[in-house]
C-alpha cells in the first residue's frame, strides 16, 4: 500500500495562489499515476490533475492555464500549484496514487478562496 500525506491548504483571495505537496510512501514503485481531486460540500469528487509515470498530464477544463501539476520522484512527491483562484475552487483537495494493485488517498486538505 501508499501512504499520501497532503500539506499547503489554507484561505486565500480571489486572484491569489497556493501549492498543495502530497508526499507518497510505502510501495512507491507500484503507483503508475498521481493526481489531485476535489470535493465541494453537496458535490461529487472531481478530477483535477494527474500525471502518469511517463510525464502525461491531464487537467480539468476548469482548472487548465491556472493550476499546474508537478512531479519530484526523488522526493516521492506531487505538488499542485494554483494560480488565480477563485471562490468556486473552494473544496477539499484530495491526493491519489493510483496503480494496477492499489488505489490510494490522502487525508485531504482544505483550500478556502475568498472573493
Known amino acids: 500500500q501508499v501512504q499520501l500525506v497532503e500539506s499547503g491548504g489554507g484561505l486565500v483571495q480571489s486572484g491569489g495562489s497556493l501549492r498543495l505537496s502530497c508526499a507518497a510512501s510505502?510501495?512507491?514503485?507500484?503507483?503508475?499515476?498521481m493526481g489531485w481531486y476535489r470535493q465541494a460540500p453537496g458535490k461529487q469528487r472531481e478530477l483535477v490533475a494527474q500525471?502518469?509515470?511517463?510525464?502525461?498530464?491531464h487537467y480539468a477544463d476548469s482548472v487548465k492555464d491556472r493550476f499546474t501539476i508537478s512531479r519530484d520522484n526523488a522526493k516521492n512527491t506531487v505538488y499542485l500549484q494554483m494560480n488565480s483562484l477563485k471562490p468556486e475552487d473552494t473544496a477539499a483537495y484530495y491526493c491519489?496514487?493510483?496503480?494496477?494493485?492499489?488505489?490510494?488517498w490522502g487525508q485531504g486538505t482544505q483550500v478556502t478562496v475568498s472573493s
Open positions: 510505502g510501495s512507491i514503485s507500484s503507483i503508475k499515476i
Open positions: 491519489n496514487a493510483w496503480g494496477f494493485t492499489l488505489n490510494s
Open positions: 500525471k502518469t509515470n511517463d510525464g502525461s498530464t
